[in-house]
């Protein structure tokens, strides 16, 4: 059995799917801490599994990140997160959990030092970090999806230069984006203007798709990843935002782990990035065109370290 194990929150990679690009390897879908600490725990003592890929949402990480510590017998593990970008995680987590895409702060540096009323932020309910940081961070006004009402998005309109709707839902456990298309759809609805979502989901996007009737264009921005393969390799992985692609790329090369971390294709808080690195990474972030994906969708992408 390979030394590599693969954890996931939600079903997004099916267990065929897991099979077929991942190969023999022991993986869990869970969206329970415990029990992925648990399972966790049971690889390393019962099979010496030390490769961990995390392809979780950030309150999860952040719950496995506390236990990962108290844990002296997993130091000799490496840990990869390859969906969690909330910033504060990055800032507590682990020596040995590593990153392997850009934070959330990285995508939305563009739109922090807007003008009110320019852009408004739209944030699912949900209370995981993620959104919690982009609703405090996000440009003004900002509105969890539970208090978005026509009236308030006509206050938008009225009351400044409306270009743009930054938003960021969830479709589990309740559908998040039908909440918005009854508000946005709505006859009384005032506003026409540009949409952009951020980590949409292949299953989101025939929700999203309903919006392009009335609005000008609806687009997607997501966290670059360090490493991926050409999406046309797994045209059953969701290829909006590439998290899953990445996830596979790390199971397939394990082995690599060591020189990832040391080229800085992996990172945490901890890697000393080399000033000519960060140079590069950035002139590479500022020269990133959107590319065009499925149904007229657009993915951004920037990163805080490049592959190499």
């Known amino acids: 059995m390979k030394n590599i194990a693969y954890i996931q929150n939600f079903n997004t990679i099916t267990d065929e799917q897991i099979v077929k690009y991942m190969g023999d390897i022991k993986f869990l879908t869970?969206?329970?801490?415990?029990?992925?600490?648990?399972?966790?725990?049971?690889?390393?003592?019962?099979?010496?599994?030390?490769?961990?890929?995390?392809?979780i949402v950030s309150s999860s990480l952040e719950k496995l990140n506390t236990l990962i510590k108290n844990n002296r017998s997993l130091d000799n593990c490496i840990f990869v997160a390859t969906y969690s970008s909330a910033d504060y995680l990055r800032d507590i987590t682990?020596?040995?959990?590593?990153?392997?895409?850009?934070?959330?702060?990285?995508?939305i540096e563009d739109y922090v030092n807007i003008d009110s009323y320019n852009v408004m932020t739209i944030v699912s309910d949900d209370p995981n970090l993620y959104y919690e940081q982009l609703y405090l961070e996000g440009p003004k006004p900002a509105y969890r999806i539970s208090e978005l009402t026509v009236e308030k998005v006509n206050e938008f309109v009225d009351n400044g230069n409306p270009l743009n709707l930054l938003i960021a839902l969830t479709s589990s456990p309740v559908n998040e984006y039908e909440m918005l298309n009854k508000i946005l759809l709505d006859p009384a609805c005032k506003y026409t203007n540009f949409a952009t979502f951020l980590e949409l989901l292949?299953?989101?996007?025939?929700?999203?798709?309903?919006?392009?009737?009335?609005?000008?264009?609806?687009?997607?921005?997501?966290?670059?990843?360090?490493?991926?393969?050409?999406?046309?390799?797994?045209?059953d992985i969701n290829s909006i935002?590439?998290?899953?692609?990445?996830?596979?790329?790390?199971?397939?090369?394990?082995?690599?782990?060591?020189?990832?971390?040391?080229?800085?294709?992996?990172?945490?808080?901890?890697?000393?990035?080399?000033?000519?690195?960060?140079?590069?990474?950035i002139t590479q972030t500022k020269g990133v065109k959107k590319v065009r994906r499925k149904k007229q969708l657009l993915t951004s992408t920037v990163s805080l370290a490049s592959a190499i």
Do not use: M
């Open 30 to 55: 869970s969206d329970d801490s415990q029990r992925i600490y648990k399972f966790i725990v049971c690889c390393n003592k019962c099979h010496g599994i030390t490769n961990f890929c995390l392809n």
């Open 94 to 107: 682990a020596e040995n959990i590593y990153f392997s895409l850009s934070a959330l702060s990285v995508i």
């Open 202 to 235: 292949q299953f989101d996007i025939q929700f999203v798709d309903k919006l392009r009737d009335k609005l000008v264009s609806v687009t997607n921005i997501a966290s670059n990843v360090s490493i991926n393969a050409l999406t046309d390799l797994y045209p």
């Open 241 to 281: 935002t590439l998290y899953d692609n990445c996830s596979i790329q790390l199971v397939k090369n394990y082995n690599r782990w060591p020189n990832y971390i040391e080229k800085f294709i992996l990172f945490n808080q901890f890697s000393e990035i080399p000033e000519t690195v960060k140079e590069k990474t």
